[in-house]
């Protein structure tokens, strides 16, 4: 099912919603034709690239 683990556990897997939840979300926009598929990948990379820069600024 779309969002859930693909590894099907939840133990140790906090931070899977920064990659998992925009990588979704491109798929869903490409599928439904909502957005071009590499637009939608590209948008899901800067997300999840703002989001592990965010986590490193953080972690200082």
Same mark, same amino acid.
């Given at each position: 099912?779309?969002?859930? *683990? @693909?590894?099907?556990?939840? /133990?140790?897997?906090?931070? *899977?919603?920064?990659?998992?939840? @925009? =990588?979704? /979300?491109?798929?869903? $926009?490409? $599928?439904?034709?909502?957005? =071009? @598929?590499? =637009? /939608?990948?590209?948008? =899901?990379?800067?997300?999840?690239?703002?989001?592990?820069?965010?986590?490193? /600024?953080?972690?200082?």
């Amino acid at each position: 099912m779309i969002g859930e *683990d @693909p590894s099907g556990s939840d /133990a140790g897997h906090s931070g *899977d919603g920064e990659v998992w939840g @925009p =990588a979704n /979300a491109a798929l869903e $926009l490409s $599928l439904t034709g909502k957005q =071009a @598929p590499q =637009a /939608a990948l590209d948008n =899901a990379v800067k997300q999840i690239t703002m989001q592990i820069e965010a986590m490193q /600024a953080s972690n200082q």
